[in-house]
C-alpha cells in the first residue's frame, strides 16, 4: 500500500479513526485507533529519490532527521555523494499522543560548516492503520520555495499499541534515549553501555604527517592550514602551521572503532584566517571497511575541491580494553584472573607492547548528598568515567539524592600519569544534562583496594560542591613501560576544546607569569650581587638598544593603525578577542613551564622526581666512563639519521616530554583531595545503618 503525505489538522476527539487510504483515492473509517496513550512507532528509511545537490560537485551528502513534538528523537547516518540515497536503517520510536505528527527533515552534511537544508515533510499518525506494515512516500518541500521539486523519501513505518502497564517501562526507555542524546559528541548510548561489556570494537591510529603543494589562500601566496578530522561525532584538530603550502605536522591521535565494518572519517582542510572566517583548502575521506587490520597503511589523500595532498599513517587495531560490567562481576576479586594481571605487567615483560602500561579498575558504588537539581527536590544521577579519550557511563538512578550505581568499569592504561575523571550529571528529558560535581584522581595517587569518599568539586574543580561519591579504585602497571612513556609525546583528546576569553583566566595567567619571572629577576639580582659594580657603558649600550626596539614597535603600530582603518567594526573585535586568547594560552603555557620546573625538584610528584633523579645518576655515570664528545657524536649522529631511519616518525623532545607530566600549580589544586565530612566515612555510615 503507498501512501502519499501530507501535513493536515488534527481534530482532538476522544477517540480517533484512522483513515486507511486505498488505491482508488477512497477513505474507509472503520478502523478505530486506541484513545490517546503510549504506541509505538517502528520506522524502516529505506531511501531517498532526486534529493537536492547542495554541493558544489552536483551532489549532496544527505541525512535525515525525524521530530516529534519539537524534539529530535532519531538521527540517520550519512550517505556520502548520492542524490538517491540508500539508508535501510530502522528507528524504534516511542509516541505519547497521536495528534502530534512526525517531522522529517533531510540536510546536506557540510562538515565545518552549516548543514544545508534539503527540504521536510510531516507524516499524519493518525492515519496510518495500527499493528500494520505501511510503506509511506514523502514529498520533500521547502516552506520558502513551495513550487520547487526537492525529491522523495520513501519510508516503512508500523503503529502498535503500548498497554498501559508497560507505560512505566517505556517512559524510563525514552528517558534513556533523551540522555544518550545529549552524549552524541562521544557516539555512546546508554543502551549500547547495557546490551554489550565492551563499548568500541577497535581503534583507528592516525598520524597526519604532512601536506604537499596546497591551495595557496593568502595574499602572500602562502596559507596557514591546518586539518580537521571527523569519525562520527568524534572530531579531532590540527595545529596550525604558519606561512607554508608544504607542512609537516607529525601529530598522532586516535578514533575509536564502534562497528565492526568501520566507518568513513571525513578530513577537511583549512586555512587560518584571524579576525575572519577560515577559507577552505580542501577535503578528503578515508573508508575504513577498505583497509586491512593489525596493519599499518600509508595513504597520500589528493584534497577534492581544492589543490594538494594530505599524508597520513592509519592503523586499524582490536580492542578490548575498556569494559563495563555489575559490581558482582569482578576480576580482581578472582585469584586466577589478578594473577593473570599481575603477570602481564610484571617487570619480566618489560618489551612486551610498550603501549600496555597497566589496567585499571574503577568501582563506582554510591554519591551521597547531591545537589537537589528537579523542582521535586530530587535529581536523576548518572556517573560519567573518563580516562583520556575513554569514557563510560553508568545508569541513570531516578529520584534519588542518594544513587547507588555499583558499577565496575576497566581501562588500558597508555600513560600512568593520567587523570582519571568521574562526573556526576542529572537528566533532564527536556534539556541537557546538569553538572552535579566532578573529581579528578591522578593515576599514581591511587592507593589500591581502598574505598573512598571523595567530595565533589565545581567545573573548575577549585572548590567543593554538594555531595560525596565513593570509588575503589585498583591500579596495576609496569614501572619499567610508565617510565619510557614518559619520554615520549602525551596523549591529545580527540575532542576538539574551543578556547575562550575569560577576564579572570587572563588575570590568574597573568599572576603565574609574574611570579616566574620574579623567580627569574631575584635570581638575576643575586648573580649581580656577587659582582656589584656599575658598567655604564654596559648600561648606555642597553638605552641604545631598548630606544631601538621601541622605535620599530612604533613604526609597526602605525603600518597596523592604517590596515585596521580598512577593516570592519567586527573584524576588529574579532582580532582584538583573537589576540586577547593567544596571549591568555601563552601566559599559561610560559607559567605552566616554570611551575612544572620548580614541582619536579620540590617532589610534587615522587615517582617523576626519583624519574629526574634515576636519569641524573645515569648521565653522571656514562659521563665518568665516556668522554663527552663521544656522546655528541653519537646524539649529533642519531638527530641526523633520524629522518632517514624512519621518515615519519614523530619529531618530539624528551625532556618536555617529561616536563608535560608534572603538573602545574592550577593543576595540583585541581587534583588535590578534600577532606569529606566525618558523617559520611564508610564506618560512619555503617554504625548509623546498625543503630
Known amino acids: 500500500m503507498l501512501y502519499s503525505c501530507k501535513l493536515k489538522s488534527v481534530c482532538n476527539l476522544p477517540v480517533i479513526y484512522n483513515k486507511k487510504i486505498n488505491t482508488a483515492g477512497t477513505s474507509n473509517t472503520d478502523v478505530p485507533l486506541a484513545v490517546p496513550g503510549m504506541y509505538q512507532l517502528d520506522i524502516t528509511l529505506r531511501r531517498g529519490q532526486s534529493l537536492a545537490a547542495r554541493d558544489r560537485g552536483g551532489t549532496s551528502d544527505p541525512y535525515v532527521k525525524f521530530k516529534i513534538g519539537g524534539k529530535e528523537v532519531f538521527r540517520s547516518k550519512i550517505i556520502h555523494k548520492s542524490l538517491n540515497p540508500v539508508w535501510e536503517e530502522k528507528a524504534c520510536l516511542l509516541v505519547e499522543h497521536l495528534k502530534e505528527p512526525l517531522y522529517i527533515k533531510v540536510f546536506d552534511y557540510d562538515f565545518g560548516l552549516q548543514d544545508d537544508f534539503m527540504g521536510s515533510a510531516f507524516l499524519d499518525l493518525t492515519q496510518l492503520e495500527l499493528n500494520r506494515p505501511t510503506d509511506v512516500t514523502v514529498t520533500l518541500k521547502d516552506p520558502r520555495y513551495p513550487d520547487h521539486d526537492l525529491g522523495i523519501i520513501l519510508l516503512s513505518v508500523v503503529l502498535t499499541p503500548k498497554e498501559g502497564e508497560h507505560r512505566d517501562v517505556t517512559m524510563l526507555m525514552r528517558k534513556s534515549w533523551k540522555r544518550s542524546s545529549k552524549f552524541q559528541t562521544q557516539s555512546l548510548r546508554l543502551s549500547d553501555v547495557h546490551r554489550k561489556p565492551h563499548l568500541w570494537r577497535g581503534i583507528v591510529s592516525i598520524t597526519l604527517i604532512e601536506g604537499r603543494d596546497l591551495k595557496a589562500m593568502d595574499s602572500n601566496g602562502l596559507s596557514d592550514p591546518y586539518v580537521k578530522f571527523r569519525l562520527g561525532h568524534q572530531k579531532y584538530k590540527s595545529k596550525i602551521m604558519p606561512k607554508t603550502l608544504n607542512p609537516q605536522w607529525r601529530e598522532q591521535f586516535d578514533f575509536h572503532l564502534y562497528e565492526e565494518r568501520g566507518g568513513i572519517i571525513d578530513i577537511t582542510a583549512w586555512d587560518r584566517d584571524a579576525g575572519k572566517r577560515d577559507d577552505f583548502i580542501g577535503r578528503c575521506q578515508i573508508d575504513l571497511s577498505a583497509l586491512s587490520r593489525e596493519q599499518t597503511h600509508k595513504l597520500v589523500l589528493q584534497l577534492e575541491e581544492g589543490e594538494g595532498h594530505l599524508v597520513l599513517l592509519v592503523t586499524l587495531t582490536a580492542s578490548a580494553t575498556v569494559s563495563i560490567s555489575d559490581l558482582s562481576i569482578n576480576s580482581l576479586e578472582d585469584p586466577k584472573e589478578r594473577e593473570e594481571i599481575l603477570k602481564r605487567y610484571s617487570p619480566l615483560r618489560i618489551f612486551h607492547n610498550l603501549k600496555d602500561v597497566g589496567f585499571l579498575q574503577v568501582k563506582v558504588i554510591r554519591a551521597e548528598g547531591l545537589m537537589a537539581a528537579d523542582v521535586t527536590g530530587k535529581s536523576d544521577p548518572f556517573c560519567v568515567v573518563e580516562l ?33 575523571e568521574v562526573t556526576v550529571y542529572d537528566e533532564d528529558r527536556d534539556r541537557s544534562a546538569d553538572f552535579l560535581g566532578k573529581v579528578a584522581i591522578p593515576l599514581l595517587s591511587i592507593q589500591n583496594g581502598e574505598q573512598k569518599a571523595y567530595v565533589l568539586k565545581n567545573k573548575q574543580l ?84 631598548v630606544e631601538d626596539m621601541l622605535e620599530d614597535e612604533e613604526e609597526e603600530d602605525d603600518k597596523d593603525d592604517k590596515d585596521s582603518e580598512k577593516k570592519g567594526f567586527i573584524n576588529k573585535i574579532y582580532a582584538i578577542q583573537e589576540v586577547c586568547i593567544s596571549v591568555q594560552n601563552i601566559l599559561d603555557e610560559v607559567a605552566s613551564f616554570g611551575e612544572r620546573i620548580k614541582n619536579t625538584f620540590n617532589w610534587t610528584i615522587p615517582f617523576l622526581s626519583w624519574l629526574a633523579i634515576v636519569a641524573l ?75
Open 388 to 420: 583520556n579519550n575513554d569514557r563510560l557511563l553508568t545508569h541513570t538512578v531516578y529520584k534519588n539524592l542518594n544513587p547507588e550505581w555499583n558499577k565496575v568499569f576497566t581501562f588500558n592504561i597508555k600513560d600512568i600519569h593520567s587523570v582519571l
Open 462 to 545: 577549585t572548590g567543593p560542591t554538594k555531595g560525596v561519591i565513593y570509588l575503589e579504585i585498583d591500579v596495576i602497571f609496569n614501572a619499567v613501560k610508565a617510565s619510557l612513556r614518559t619520554l615520549i609525546p602525551k596523549e591529545q583528546k580527540y575532542i576538539e576544546e574551543e578556547n575562550r576569553l575569560s577576564k579572570q583566566l587572563l588575570l590568574r595567567n597573568f599572576i603565574r607569569m609574574k611570579r616566574c619571572v620574579m623567580v627569574l629577576v631575584n635570581a638575576a639580582y643575586y648573580i649581580n650581587s656577587c659582582f656589584d659594580w656599575d658598567s655604564p657603558a654596559r648600561s648606555l649600550a642597553a638605552f641604545v638598544v
Open 617 to 691: 645518576c645515569a648521565f653522571t655515570v656514562i659521563l665518568y666512563f665516556i668522554p663527552l664528545r663521544y656522546i655528541v657524536l653519537v646524539w649529533g649522529i642519531n638527530k641526523f639519521t633520524k629522518k632517514l631511519r624512519s621518515p615519519y616518525a614523530i619529531d618530539n623532545n624528551e625532556l618536555l616530554d617529561f616536563l608535560s607530566r608534572v603538573p602545574s600549580d592550577v593543576q595540583v589544586v585541581q587534583y588535590q583531595e578534600l577532606k569529606p565530612d566525618p558523617s559520611h566515612s564508610p564506618c560512619k555510615r555503617k554504625k548509623n545503618n546498625l543503630g
